[in-house]
């Protein structure tokens, strides 16, 4: 069990660019969540997949935005057309989805940390 | 919209002080998490809290839901600079397990 990896660890980018960003959650885990952090705050959800699946998206997920998670393992976040308002750490989490009172328990990664200049 | 609200916002005591992080909604949750987040890293779990007025305790940090499970405290005996970070909570509802965080508690113990 290595955790949640997540990379790039921090993004530089241009207005206007695209970025992508990958989460690798914990083996055998179902669930894979997305939530954005900014500067003092906590963090928000975005969205979440149970296996493949995307079951359900925030409003702050504009149509800038789009999660995959194409083989119930890995999942991206790209951002299109960044703007400086998405400036802010990317969190990743993942649970196990199924079996037993833990199942619920979201473990996170690291986070990418976007900034757009 | 849930919402949790937590006070105060930040906090900066001696070290071997008490302290009690707060955490407020106006919604029931069906169950409340504490997280801790180091600067440049992801929150890590504490504890999970499932029943009204249940408490649990963790060395010297106590948690505790409310009766109605609208909210939840976090207590701290004898602070130590190894407690300093942000403190987060976050409730989930059965059948819908995204997590609503908290506004967070910056904490720094001072030595």
């Known amino acids: 069990d290595t955790g949640v990896s997540q990379n790039p660890r921090h993004k530089i980018t241009k207005r206007g660019q695209n970025v992508t960003f990958r989460c690798d959650p914990i083996?055998?885990?179902?669930?894979l969540y997305w939530y954005r952090q900014t500067l003092g705050q906590g963090p928000e959800f975005l969205t979440y997949?149970?296996?493949?699946?995307?079951?359900?998206k925030s409003r702050l997920l504009s149509d800038r935005f789009s999660a995959e998670r194409p083989k119930g393992s890995f999942s991206t976040l790209e951002i299109q057309r960044t703007e400086q308002g998405d400036s802010a750490m990317y969190l990743c989490a993942s649970s196990r989805g199924q079996g037993g009172p833990a199942k619920n328990i979201q473990y996170f990664g690291a986070g990418t940390r976007l900034s757009v200049l | 919209t849930q919402l949790l609200e937590q006070s105060p916002q930040f906090l900066s005591i001696q070290e071997g002080e008490n302290l009690t992080v707060y955490c407020n909604s106006s919604?029931?949750?069906?169950?409340l998490q504490w997280y801790r987040q180091e600067p440049g890293e992801g929150p890590v779990l504490l504890v999970t809290v499932v029943t009204g007025g249940e408490v649990k305790k963790l060395k010297r940090l106590t948690f505790q839901f409310g009766d109605a499970r609208k909210d939840s405290s976090l207590h701290i005996t004898a602070a130590q600079p190894g407690d300093t970070g942000l403190y987060l909570c976050?409730?989930?509802?059965?059948?819908?397990?995204?997590?609503?965080f908290g506004t967070g508690t910056r904490l720094t113990i001072i030595p």
């Open positions: 976050a409730g989930s509802n059965f059948g819908n397990e995204k997590l609503t």
């Open positions: 083996s055998e885990h179902n669930r």
């Open positions: 919604s029931v949750f069906s169950s």
């Open positions: 997949f149970q296996n493949e699946a995307q079951l359900e």
